[in-house]
DNA sequence: TATTGACTTAGAGCGAACTCTAGGTGTTAT
DNA sequence: ATAACACCTAGAGTTCGCTCTAAGTCAATA
């Protein structure tokens, strides 16, 4: 597979998937004889990895230690339970914040519907 | 209330109240008559509002922009209401991503546990 | 054969959100 | 009165995560 396709397929700039490789994200992406990269399913499933973790907002140094500690094989599985451990309670974190600011966020819509209505007259938006 | 006071109260530091009065998240924060800032309650609020929805990653742009809107009163109501409705469903894509990235962590803890203890012998991890 | 187009690299540049620095003022404690 | 301290400003610097540029290689088509 071709940069343009993966690129494609997963939605990343192709500039996005080469600083992934450069930084130590993917390891290793086949070559073909002239150098040019021909992502096999292991590394499409690496970048897959890669995009969601991103997506969820997990730091790239995180990930280029996760990624590190895969490289050196089964003895690092503890290491590598405890860094998932660590991120997964970030997220946890993340998601009270997001519940609590979704909370706010609908106590508002409804207030300005109120407004709007003339349900409620007396404007006093607590901010 | 002094900055420092303030900066204790909300977990922020003073650079960053500064900075966030000078962009214009923070409508009139009154001064004492040396110019030093005395944050009252509104401006109090506002930092906790502002913090909130920081801490959800919503951008400053936005906030900004919904500041603006509340500064031109009652007729603006329509306009905010919107601008809320946008940001909940960012946030809510956003919790769908942290949710898919949760189930995957929790899958890839579970599994190294079943290493760990021996109860999987075939170490075939699929990333 | 010339040019088009997809790929390659190293490294510079960028936007977001702070964070720090330098230099200054004003109040309080010794 | 002098020093320490908390505040002020403008503007420079930093970090993160890309994103773009310039210059080059190679294969295929006009």
Redesign the pocket.
């Known amino acids: 597979m ?4 993966v ?1 494609k397929k997963y939605n ?11 930084i130590g994200l993917l390891p290793k ?1 086949p ?1 073909s ?6 992502f096999d399913e292991e590394a499409c499933n690496w970048i897959e990895f890669i995009k969601c973790m ?1 997506n969820a ?5 995180i990930l280029i230690k996760y990624v590190n500690l895969f490289r050196q094989g089964e003895s690092t599985v503890k290491e590598r339970r405890q860094l998932l451990e660590e991120q997964k309670s970030k997220l946890l974190e993340k998601q009270k914040s997001i519940n609590e600011t979704l909370d706010r966020l609908n106590y508002k819509i409804k207030l300005y519907d109120e407004i709007e209505a003339g349900t409620r007259k007396d404007f006093t938006e607590k901010i």
Do not use: A, F, P, W
């Open positions: 071709t940069i343009s396709e690129s990343l700039t192709q500039d996005t998937i080469r600083y992934y490789e450069k992406v070559r004889k002239n150098g040019i990269r021909d991103r907002g997990m730091e790239i140094e």
